[in-house]
C-alpha cells in the first residue's frame, strides 16, 4: 500500500499520474480539510474536491480547482441582493466562487453530513460518483479551521485570506482551530504503508494541518525511512500560491533547504527539482537523502514518472 499526504494543487497533479503507477488497491491519499469552509449554508470542502476533480480529469484547467465548462450563473445573481443586504449579512456574499456544476457536490455534502453520514463516508460517495478507483480519505472527520493572523494581529480564516484578500497580506501565524479535539483518520494506513509520499503541497496550511493532529506527526516519525517528500518549492518559489511567502512570512527559509527543516523529523528523504541540484549537499547537511529529479507536473506522465523516483528512492517497487 502507498499512502499519499495531500493537500490541494500540487497534490491533484501529483495523484493525476500517481494513479497510473501505483494498483489502484495499492493506493490511498489522506488529503487535508484545514481549507474546509461553510458558504451559504453548504459544506464545502476544497482539497478534497480539487483531488477528485484532478484526478478524474473533470478540474478546470486555468483555475486549477472547480470543474470544467464552469458558469457562475447563480453566483452573478447574488449581485440583486447587494443594495438591500444588512451591513453584517453574509447573506449573498459572492467573493468565493461557486461555480454552478460545483454546487452539486456541495448540496450533495452538505445533505449527506446533514443525514449524519461522516465526511469520509460523503468523500467515497463523491469519488466513486466521479470513478476515481482509489481511496481518497479526509484527514479526519472532526471540523478542522485553518486560522490565519495577519501582520497586523488580525485573524481570519483561510479562505478570506486565500481567496478574499487574494493571499496578498503578509501573516504573522497560524492556527488550526479545533484540531486538538480532532481525531486523525489513516494513521492504520501510514503506519502499514510500504512507502507514504508527502506530496508537493504548502507545508505551512496543507500539510501543517495534518501535521497538527494527535499522533500523526509521530506515526510518520515512525516510519521516517519509508517517508519521501516532494518539495512544493523550486528555484526559491512556489509553482502556485503563497507556500514561499507563508514559508518566510513564519520565519522559514523558502527553499528546498527550508522544506528539508520542516520535514527532517517525519522523512528520510527529500526529492527537489532539477532546478535546485546544486542544493542537494545542503539539504543532506538538514539530515535528509535528497535527489534531483523534474517535479513540474506539466503532465500526468511526469507525475508518473515522479511517484517511480519517490518509490525507487526507498526501494520500493509499484
Ligand atoms: N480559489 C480562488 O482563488 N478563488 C475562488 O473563488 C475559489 C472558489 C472555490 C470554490 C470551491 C472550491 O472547492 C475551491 C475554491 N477555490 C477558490 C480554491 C480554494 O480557495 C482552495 O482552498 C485553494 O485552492 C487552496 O487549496
Not at 488550526?176 to 494506513?189: K, P, R
Not at 528546498?256 to 527539482?273: H, K
Not at 535528497?290 to 520500493?316: D, F, H, P, R, Y
Amino acid at each position: 500500500m502507498i499512502c499519499v499526504i495531500s493537500g490541494g494543487v500540487g497534490a491533484a497533479r501529483f495523484l493525476r499520474g500517481a494513479q497510473h503507477a501505483i494498483a489502484h488497491n495499492k493506493l490511498v491519499t489522506i488529503v487535508n480539510t484545514g481549507d474546509d469552509t461553510v458558504m451559504h449554508g453548504l459544506s464545502i470542502s476544497p482539497d478534497l474536491d480539487t483531488v477528485t476533480y484532478t484526478v478524474s480529469e473533470s478540474i478546470d484547467p486555468e483555475r486549477g480547482w472547480g470543474l470544467a465548462n464552469e458558469t457562475f450563473v447563480t453566483m452573478e445573481n447574488l449581485a440583486r441582493f447587494t443594495d438591500v443586504r444588512p451591513a453584517h449579512s453574509l447573506a449573498g456574499e459572492s467573493w468565493f466562487g461557486l461555480g454552478n456544476r460545483d454546487l452539486a457536490t456541495h448540496f450533495y455534502r452538505t445533505t449527506r453530513l446533514a443525514e449524519g453520514a461522516t465526511l469520509a463516508e460523503v468523500t467515497a460517495e463523491i469519488t466513486q460518483a466521479f470513478g476515481i478507483g482509489f481511496r481518497v480519505v479526509p484527514m479526519t472527520n472532526d471540523r478542522v479551521s485553518t486560522m490565519v493572523t495577519l501582520v497586523d494581529g488580525s485573524e481570519i480564516s483561510f479562505q478570506e485570506y486565500f481567496v478574499k484578500l487574494r493571499h496578498s497580506v503578509a501573516i504573522r501565524s497560524v492556527r488550526f482551530a479545533g484540531v486538538a479535539e480532532a481525531s486523525a483518520l489513516g494513521l492504520n494506513d501510514m503506519s502499514s504503508a510500504d512507502a507514504i509520499i508527502i506530496a508537493p503541497s504548502n507545508p505551512i496550511v496543507s500539510i501543517g494541518p495534518m501535521r497538527a493532529l494527535k499522533n500523526f506527526d509521530a506515526t510518520l516519525t515512525a516510519r521516517r525511512d519509508t517517508v519521501v517528500a516532494i518539495s512544493p518549492i523550486v528555484a526559491g518559489a512556489a509553482l502556485k500560491g503563497p507556500a514561499d511567502r507563508m514559508m518566510s512570512e513564519m520565519g522559514h527559509e523558502p527553499s528546498v533547504v527550508g522544506v528539508a527543516r520542516l520535514y527532517a523529523p517525519i522523512a528520510s528523504t527529500l526529492v527537489i527539482d532539477t532546478a535546485d541540484e546544486h542544493l542537494i549537499s545542503a539539504v543532506e547537511r538538514e539530515g535528509m537523502r535528497c535527489i534531483a529529479t523534474n517535479t513540474v507536473m506539466k503532465t500526468a506522465e511526469i507525475s508518473a514518472a515522479l511517484t517511480q523516483t519517490c518509490l525507487s528512492a526507498i526501494g520500493v517497487a509499484t
